[in-house]
């Protein structure tokens, strides 16, 4: 199963709040919907949030 949980706590981490991404045009309402439920994202939105966020990767996304 995919967790977005180092995202969360990368963000809180960073003081940034998810809706800043949907604000600056990193993710869209979707994916933000898809963080939640714990679906799959595209490489290519993971490399834009790593970008974003300065970080590698496994702080954005594990597998469990």
């Known amino acids: ?3 977005y949980e ?3 706590h990368t963000l809180i981490k960073k003081g940034i709040v998810m ?3 949907r604000k600056d045009k990193i993710v869209s309402c979707i994916t933000i919907a898809k963080f939640n439920k714990h679906e799959s994202i ?3 939105t993971a490399e ?3 970008e974003y966020l ?3 990767i ?3 996304i594990e597998i469990v």
């Open 48 to 50: 834009k949030i790593c």
């Open 58 to 60: 496994e702080d954005v």
């Open 19 to 21: 809706d800043q991404l």
């Open 1 to 3: 199963m995919i967790s």
């Open 6 to 8: 180092p995202l969360f």
């Open 54 to 56: 300065n970080c590698k």
């Open 42 to 44: 595209t490489l290519t």
